[in-house]
């Protein structure tokens, strides 16, 4: 395998109001802000069987780019405002294009099993970045390699391919490694790519990627060497580097600070009150089916 190897430990933030959801957060970081077009990874749980504590995303805005949710156990269900109404469960794509501009929310089933998951976005290129907003749910089949059970939400991998159309050439699987595997996965040389560690150890070309932790291959790889010593699952991501400065703060994505100052001003006119333009003329609603405050 060509190209050098930079892993990145996790930080830990909380997500939700009051205590939150602690998650373990990888990208972005000081030292990188994508993978292809791959630009956030939260990775949270598992909570303990029984935990009170879940998933409580109040109604919140979105810009310039799409949202994956991906669930190892437990359950989400999702609104937004362009009225598309979803639950996903493990082993399931949610994928919401918010485009031009849209707003969601996201809470855990109570009742099912503890919550563990991740949940990234991807930055949509400048081309399609003001499209209308979207949703796309997928179940993708379960496929199998010598020692090795995957699923590929986005992209190809393993001679499997999603149908879920994306904007910049992207991949998105979950392989799950038994005990002792070592596997050659052939990958495209054109992409970066990104192992996230959920459990096991792994090691990716003689390196030890901790749990939790996101390990980044430079565009060059034909391949990537994995090797498990215990039963392990990771998530593998990739795409063609982006090409683009974006710009990030808080769930919004522009290309300058000016537009960012706008997206915010629009949700506060539409939201918080007030008898602007911007809020007789809606961009990002509020998701149908919630109680607005």
């Not at 029984?50 to 919140?60: E, K, N, S």
């Amino acid at each position: 395998m060509t190209g050098r190897i930079e892993v990145i430990a996790a930080h830990e933030v909380t997500l939700g109001p009051d205590e939150g959801l602690p998650v373990r957060r990888t990208l972005p970081t000081r030292a990188r802000t994508l993978i292809g077009a791959w630009c956030f990874i939260d990775h949270y749980g598992p909570q303990a069987e029984g935990a009170v504590l879940g998933m409580r995303v109040a109604p919140h805005p979105h810009t310039g780019l799409q949202t994956a949710s991906w669930l190892f156990s437990g359950a989400v269900v999702h609104r937004d405002s362009a009225g598309h109404h979803a639950t996903v469960r493990p082993g399931e794509l949610n994928l919401m294009t918010a485009g031009r501009g849209i707003s969601h929310s996201e809470v855990s089933v109570p009742g099912e099993q503890a919550l563990h998951g991740v949940q990234l976005w991807i930055a949509l290129p400048d081309a399609a970045r003001f499209m209308a907003p979207g949703f796309e749910h997928y179940a993708p089949p379960l496929v199998h390699a010598p020692g090795v059970s995957a699923r590929v939400f986005l992209g190809s991998l393993l001679g499997s391919s999603s149908p879920v159309a994306t904007h910049t050439p992207l991949v998105g699987a979950e392989l799950v490694l038994e005990a002792g595997t070592r596997l050659h996965l052939e990958v495209d040389p054109a992409f970066e790519h990104g192992v996230l560690v959920d459990a096991g150890a792994v090691v990716l070309d003689g390196e030890q990627v901790p749990v939790s932790s996101l390990a980044c291959v430079a565009p060059g790889a034909t391949r990537l060497d994995l090797r498990a010593t215990e039963q392990s699952r990771i998530l593998l991501i990739g795409g063609v580097p982006l090409g683009e400065q974006i710009v990030m703060w808080w769930n919004l994505i522009g290309r300058s600070h000016e537009e960012i100052v706008q997206f915010r001003e629009q949700w506060q006119a539409e939201n918080l009150g007030g008898s602007t333009d911007a809020a007789d003329h809606p961009v990002f609603g509020w998701p149908i089916g919630e109680a607005q405050a």
